[in-house]
Nanobody
């Protein structure tokens, strides 16, 4: 069984940084694209950033230049460095990963979410 666990959320003042971590565990043969989504109250879940197994990245326009996504394939772990945070970044952040595990093709797995709150 595969699990994704996020950590690093919390309360931060506007302009400050936070670093989110997403760790995958279980029987993992390989991991394809990984990424972060977020969902603010009353809003739809939106893509924040994603990174392929080869390191290519893609960002939402609203976070370009402020957020950096990275991954450590040796640790099955992904990071989201968030700088210059704004109150509008407040949301629950979810990580996902496209993982191939025993007996299954590549399948999307999701973490439980971590709250990020940015105060003005």
């Amino acid at each position: 069984q595969v699990h994704l666990v996020e950590s690093g959320g919390g309360l931060v003042q506007a302009g400050g940084p936070l670093r989110l971590t997403c760790a995958a565990s279980g029987i993992i043969f390989s991991i394809g694209t990984m990424g972060w989504y977020r969902q603010a109250p009353g809003q739809q879940r939106e893509l924040v950033a994603q990174i392929t197994s080869g390191g290519s990245t893609n960002y939402a326009d609203s976070v370009k230049g402020r957020f950096t996504i990275s991954r450590d394939n040796t640790k099955n772990t992904m990071y989201l460095q968030m700088n210059s945070l704004k109150p509008e970044d407040t949301a629950v952040y979810y990580c996902y990963a496209d993982i191939r595990t025993y007996g299954l093709p590549y399948t999307d797995y999701w973490g439980q979410g971590t709250q990020v709150t940015v105060s003005s």
